[in-house]
């Protein structure tokens, strides 16, 4: 093989990029939070009516289609240029440290803080000492990740990248930069991800899970990571954020992405039949709909947010650089907060906008100086 090559100079736009993300990730939570379109730990006593949910169904929805996607592009981008400075062994321990760890301090920590919070002394947990032990004795801290799932796949992800890159070396420098995908290519790419989407869904619906990973989504998480990979390697990330079909993406999936929701939503739904039961999985034109439209949109948002962040956001000052320093801490924390935010929120008069907003900036406010604390204490700085 031949030597490593020296680090890169690092993109502060792709930082702020995954701050932005991970900003959206605690947004999504907040409104799954009252809008009851999703799961998650606590959540508001009356669910909304299917008129007032529409307008966090479609801005969630858009969510959904690249916020997670788009972190594991960031991070295979990342990941790439770790292993070829690392080498497999050092790049597999960093990982193991980086992400493994913190997935072991939500599950052992911060997974039954929350449920014996929210249910002191209840008959289903028993004393906490006892209800702790039988947590541990059963195995089910292995289900328990939280929105920590995130990384126990990208551990995942990078423990196969190291296997196949000790099996298969790659042997030559990788160019310092390759012309971007052509539009064909991308359309081809989400064309592609709707199709692998929709089939996964026959057997494994929205909403269904498996170790807490909902593998409904998979396909495009998977296709990111990878993406993120070459485009290290073969060093078109810039050329492709700088690229016009990236641009005409973006604005196309911001102006008729909204557009195409709405007319599937009301075109596939039929009288008598729930949702759940035609869009989400299963052999209806309706979920192959829902599949197609959450790629295109999902790809099309992406690479808008790609051009954007690359002209606007490339460069550094002490609060973003802040920001995206404790950004991967945020995302550890932000669930107990918004849990502990909620049930103090619940004696205020219920509004189902102003809620999610206050809920968002509070929690994202006591996340960051959660954070900030965090990486003061020794051991957790080398984690988070």
């Given at each position: 093989m031949?030597?490593?090559?020296?680090?890169?100079?690092?993109?502060?736009?792709?930082?702020?990029?995954?701050?932005?993300?991970?900003?959206?990730?605690?947004?999504?939570?907040?409104?799954?939070?009252?809008?009851?379109?999703?799961?998650?730990?606590?959540?508001?006593?009356?669910?909304?009516?299917?008129?007032?949910?529409?307008?966090?169904i479609?801005?969630?929805?858009?969510?959904?289609?690249?916020?997670?996607?788009?972190?594991?592009?960031?991070?295979?981008?990342?990941s790439?240029?770790?292993?070829?400075?690392?080498?497999?062994?050092?790049?597999?321990?960093?990982?193991?440290?980086?992400l493994?760890?913190?997935?072991?301090?939500?599950?052992?920590?911060?997974?039954?803080?929350?449920?014996?919070g929210?249910n002191?002394w209840?008959?289903?947990?028993?004393?906490?000492?006892?209800?702790?032990?039988?947590?541990?004795?059963s195995?089910?801290?292995?289900?328990?990740?939280?929105?920590?799932?995130?990384?126990?796949?990208?551990?995942?992800?990078?423990?196969?990248?190291?296997?196949?890159?000790?099996?298969?070396?790659?042997?030559?420098?990788?160019?310092?930069?390759?012309?971007?995908?052509?539009?064909?290519?991308?359309?081809?790419?989400?064309?592609?991800?709707?199709?692998?989407?929709?089939?996964?869904?026959?057997?494994q619906?929205?909403?269904?899970?498996?170790?807490?990973?909902?593998?409904?989504?998979f396909?495009?998480?998977?296709?990111?990571?990878?993406?993120?990979?070459?485009?290290?390697?073969?060093?078109?990330?810039?050329?492709?954020?700088?690229?016009?079909?990236?641009?005409?993406?973006?604005?196309?999936?911001?102006?008729?992405?909204?557009?195409?929701?709405?007319?599937?939503?009301?075109?596939?739904?039929?009288?008598?039949?729930?949702?759940?039961?035609?869009?989400?999985?299963?052999?209806?034109?309706?979920?192959?709909?829902?599949?197609?439209?959450?790629?295109?949109?999902?790809?099309?948002?992406?690479?808008?947010?790609?051009?954007?962040?690359?002209?606007?956001?490339?460069?550094?000052?002490?609060?973003?650089r802040?920001?995206?320093?404790?950004?991967?801490?945020?995302?550890?924390?932000?669930?107990?907060?918004?849990?502990?935010?909620?049930?103090?929120?619940?004696?205020?008069?219920?509004?189902?906008?102003?809620?999610?907003?206050?809920?968002?900036?509070?929690?994202?406010?006591?996340?960051?100086?959660?954070?900030?604390?965090a990486?003061?204490?020794?051991?957790?700085?080398?984690?988070?």
């Amino acid at each position: 093989m031949s030597a490593a090559p020296a680090p890169s100079p690092r993109l502060p736009w792709v930082d702020h990029l995954r701050t932005l993300v991970i900003l959206l990730v605690v947004n999504m939570h907040a409104c799954v939070t009252y809008s009851h379109v999703g799961d998650w730990y606590a959540m508001s006593a009356q669910e909304p009516s299917l008129a007032a949910k529409l307008p966090f169904i479609v801005w969630q929805g858009h969510l959904q289609s690249f916020i997670m996607g788009l972190l594991f592009f960031v991070s295979g981008y990342f990941s790439e240029k770790s292993l070829a400075r690392r080498g497999p062994g050092s790049f597999v321990r960093e990982r193991l440290v980086r992400l493994g760890l913190p997935a072991l301090f939500y599950m052992l920590v911060i997974h039954p803080f929350i449920l014996l919070g929210l249910n002191p002394w209840h008959a289903k947990f028993g004393p906490p000492f006892a209800y702790y032990v039988n947590y541990l004795r059963s195995g089910r801290f292995l289900g328990s990740s939280g929105p920590l799932w995130f990384a126990v796949a990208l551990l995942v992800f990078c423990l196969v990248l190291a296997a196949w890159r000790a099996v298969r070396p790659v042997r030559e420098s990788p160019p310092s930069a390759s012309a971007a995908p052509s539009g064909r290519v991308l359309w081809l790419f989400a064309l592609a991800l709707g199709l692998g989407t929709f089939l996964v869904r026959l057997v494994q619906p929205i909403g269904a899970s498996v170790s807490n990973l909902q593998l409904c989504f998979f396909v495009q998480y998977i296709a990111f990571f990878v993406a993120g990979l070459h485009a290290a390697r073969a060093g078109w990330l810039l050329p492709l954020a700088r690229a016009s079909q990236a641009c005409r993406a973006g604005w196309l999936a911001l102006i008729g992405g909204p557009i195409l929701m709405l007319v599937l939503m009301l075109v596939g739904a039929r009288g008598g039949d729930k949702i759940e039961t035609v869009f989400f999985g299963g052999w209806h034109w309706q979920a192959f709909g829902l599949a197609l439209w959450e790629q295109l949109t999902g790809v099309g948002l992406s690479l808008g947010l790609l051009t954007f962040f690359s002209a606007r956001m490339n460069r550094e000052t002490v609060f973003l650089r802040w920001l995206a320093d404790r950004s991967f801490a945020v995302y550890v924390f932000h669930t107990p907060v918004l849990v502990a935010l909620f049930m103090l929120y619940r004696t205020l008069p219920q509004s189902l906008l102003i809620l999610p907003a206050l809920l968002t900036v509070t929690g994202l406010a006591a996340s960051y100086a959660i954070a900030d604390l965090a990486r003061r204490v020794p051991g957790l700085r080398s984690i988070l």
